[in-house]
């Protein structure tokens, strides 16, 4: 395996921690610092870093060849009024055409805004969730590489943070009919490991799906862990309505999603991309691409719920 120092733009606390590392992993850390840098300016929704941070991950797209599913990448989000912000943010989708056309449809997601800037400190949220961004921009490459049977739909959600109003908008005005879409994977941080493990939430819900995951995880280079999903935890621990995968729940669409717990930096200014070690946030990485491809083989199988 090539191995290559950490340059790209990495701090050089990061550069130290990791003195070489294989060109996959430095990829997937140069992409991180880019969608995580200061210059984003923290990508809340309705901003100018917001904008910049949507042309980035749009520029990412674009060359590497995942097309827009309608005319254009991104499909208006509409915001609630806040001072400094604009009211109208936007998704970006894009699609990879499956083998098998006008089957059912899994849809990738994660969430692109965060906090923005308070007090003169930027919110740069790398791992909430530029990690899940840049997972997502490293699984369709290799989907494009090797297309999957069913098309998978990658969805960058706006206004997360604020209510996740763009998953909400989606499931309200979907690029598919929503009986299609059969499967919604969601990464939400999915790059520290302060606790040493990523938690596949949704399993609870939808019991047909714990093979599923169980079978991507044998080979996994990280702990992969069951759970927070079901209502007996305490308050915050049961994730079921926590991120972006609850607008696809709530109409009875199953979710796996893919986080990490909380740890120090969570909602902080110190959540920056030096603080992520590049070994485990290539493992979930890694896991979620074998996720996407055992779900892919099962993807008819997958009975809807109710709502």
Known sequence: MAVIALACGASSAQAQRTAAIDVTTARLMQRLGALAADSMEGRRAGTPGSARARAWIVSELTTMGAKPIGPSYTAPVILRARAGSDTTGANIVARIAGTQAGGP????????????????????????????????????????????????????????????VGSKAFVSAPPVPLDRIALNINLDMVARQDGRALWVS??????????????????????????????????????????????????????????????????????????????????????????????????????????
């Open 105 to 164: 449809v899994l849809v990738l997601s994660a969430h692109y805004d965060h906090l923005g800037v308070r007090n003169g400190e930027v919110f740069n949220g790398a791992d909430d969730d530029a990690s899940g961004c840049v997972a997502l921009l490293a699984i369709a490459e290799r989907l494009l590489r090797e297309p999957p049977q069913h098309d998978v739909i990658l969805a960058f959600f706006d206004a997360e943070e604020s209510g996740m």
């Open 202 to 307: 949704g399993t609870s819900h939808h019991p047909v799906l714990k093979p599923i995951a169980e079978a991507a995880a044998r080979n996994a280079a990280v702990t992969i862990r069951f759970g927070h999903d079901t209502k007996d935890l305490k308050p915050g621990d049961d994730w079921t309505a926590s991120s972006d995968h609850a607008a696809f729940h709530t109409r009875g669409i199953p979710f796996l999603y893919l986080g990490v717990e909380d740890h120090a930096d969570y909602h902080k200014s110190g959540d920056d991309a030096d603080k992520v070690d590049p070994a485990f946030y290539r493992g979930t990485v890694e896991f979620a691409y074998a996720l996407v491809r055992a779900a892919d083989g099962r993807l008819a199988s997958v009975p809807r719920a109710k709502p």
